[in-house]
């Protein structure tokens, strides 16, 4: 019903820069919240990111004053713009679409922060 392809994901070094997109299609109407997420090897799933269907935006302290969530209403895409990477940065990085009670996951992209 709706889908989510994530992009952007790769290598970079610490303190480097990389954006990610997360382009939305289907049976989208409505307003909707968009999410970020991150999972590192060996840790939970973790919110890092929030852009409510109001504008607002919400960030994990892990990623405050770094990362950047956005939107392009008419494209249905959401972008994180990630500054200032860090080693722990590195894990696969899934957005969900929410509306309501329901939700939809990408498949998640590999970021790596590594020299």
């Known amino acids: 019903q709706v889908q989510l392809v994530e992009s952007g994901g790769g290598l970079k070094q610490p303190g480097g820069s990389l954006r990610l997109s997360c382009a939305a299609s289907?049976?989208?109407?409505?307003?909707?919240?968009m999410n970020w997420y991150r999972q590192a090897t060996g840790k939970e799933r973790e919110l890092i990111a929030t852009?409510?269907?109001?504008?607002?935006?919400t960030y994990a302290d892990s990623v405050k004053g770094r990362f950047t969530i956005s939107r392009v209403n008419a494209q249905n895409t959401v972008y994180l713009q990630m500054n200032a990477l860090r080693p722990e940065d590195a894990a696969v990085y899934c957005c969900r679409l929410q509306q309501g009670e329901v939700g939809y996951w990408g498949q998640g992209a590999q970021v790596i922060v590594a020299t």
């Open positions: 289907g049976s989208i109407f409505g307003t909707y919240t």
């Open positions: 852009r409510h269907s109001g504008g607002t935006t």
